[in-house]
């Protein structure tokens, strides 16, 4: 994976904050625990965070002044969700903001969410074939 594909931002020290919305089941928010350790092995980010929208901690804030203490000069944010809503529109923006304002100097973007990426097609044809292959044993 390249790290930065855009060489205007390859003189920046940049960070990556992976979102979930947050639950109260410690299952799922060690879920995307699971993703970022595997992000950070399969990526070229020297800085990658994850953050839950609410209920569960690290929160977007905590995940942002954690890339800011490891010297990151731009921090993406990616909502960890399938389609666009008020989460990923609103809230994460909203609440990224919030967070970039307590660091000022530090820039900051949203990314969209994952879904209508054409990988996610295999993804669902991965899932699809894990249930067909299961439901024959």
């Not at 931002?9 to 979930?20: C, E």
């Not at 928010?29 to 970022?36: C, M, R, S, T």
Request: proline share 7%.
């Amino acid at each position: 994976m390249t790290a930065d594909p855009r060489p205007d931002n390859s003189a920046k020290r940049i960070a990556v904050i992976l979102v979930d919305h947050g639950s109260k089941v410690e299952a799922s928010n060690q879920l995307l625990d699971e993703i970022v350790k595997a992000y950070r092995r399969n990526s070229d980010w020297a800085i990658v965070q994850p953050a839950h929208m609410e209920l569960a901690e690290p929160s977007i804030a905590a995940a942002f002044a954690s890339c800011v203490k490891q010297a990151a000069e731009l921090v993406v944010v990616m909502p960890y969700f399938l389609g666009p809503g008020r989460h990923s529109s609103q809230d994460i923006p909203r609440l990224t903001a919030a967070a970039a304002s307590a660091h000022p100097g530090v820039e900051y973007l949203v990314a969209g969410p994952l879904g209508q990426h054409e990988l996610m097609l295999k993804v669902i044809d991965s899932r699809l074939s894990e249930a067909l292959e299961k439901s024959e044993r």
